[in-house]
T-cell receptor, first 115, second 115 residues
């Protein structure tokens, strides 16, 4: 079975400082990994995805993530936080092959950006 | 514009009543999904469908039913058998399963309150 653990439920940063949202995963196969963002009372928007190509993945809005197989991690980073980045972020792992393209979601990290 | 629409945005029902949530997509995607979101629990899969006239139970299907009569539409019925129906419901779609995993695209969600 696959699983994903988001190590922090809340992260608070100052505007202009770096962002680090941590994610570890577990799977018995080579997974695809995703980060999604959700603003209050909205649907989820894809930030970036890893699908076994380059291990450093660049996404929208200046976010990037690095796939580290040896550490089973897929942490999300951004060099400089903006107020508009305040939202909830979900790390997601793909389901097993042949399982219908299902995804398993982490419990989310709430990012707060302060002036 | 291509996308996923969910209606209504807010829905209020009395306990004991069935209620149907609408989900429509014009992305020409084969697969569609229903998730439930509760605070601090991430997203949990209720039902999914990979093709018209076929669907499978997800992790928390009890008390819910779906149909997939058209490629574009995947309505979810929350029945009176669902013990705790108050939640935020999200519909998603994807190309389907191929040689790699495809990201899912999400609708804006429906917030259901049952009293």
């Amino acid at each position: 079975a696959q699983s994903v653990t988001q190590l922090d439920s809340h992260v608070s940063v100052s505007e202009g400082t770096p962002v680090l949202l941590r994610c570890n995963y577990s799977s018995s196969y080579s997974p695809s990994l995703f980060w999604y963002v959700q603003h209050p009372n909205k649907g989820l928007q894809l930030l970036l995805k890893y699908t076994s190509a380059a291990t450093l993945v660049k996404g929208i809005n200046g976010f990037e993530a690095e796939f580290k197989k040896s550490e089973t991690s897929f942490h999300l980073t951004k060099p400089s936080a903006h107020m508009s980045d305040a939202a909830e972020y979900f790390c997601v792992v793909s389901g097993p092959p042949g399982g219908g393209n299902k995804l398993t979601f982490g419990t989310g990290t709430q990012l707060k950006v302060e002036l | 514009d291509g996308g996923i629409t969910q209606s209504p945005k807010y829905l209020f029902r009395k306990e004991g009543q069935n209620v149907t949530l609408s989900c429509e997509q014009n992305l020409n995607h084969d697969a569609m999904y229903w998730y439930r979101q509760d605070p601090g629990q991430g997203l949990r899969l209720i039902y999914y469908s990979q093709i018209v006239n076929d669907f499978q139970k997800g992790d928390i299907a009890e008390g819910y039913s779906v149909s997939r009569e058209k490629k574009e539409s995947f309505p979810l019925t929350v029945t009176s058998a669902q013990k705790n129906p108050t939640a935020f419901y999200l519909c998603a779609s994807s190309i389907g399963e191929g040689t790699s995993f495809y990201e899912q695209y999400f609708g804006p969600g429906t917030r259901l309150t049952v009293t």
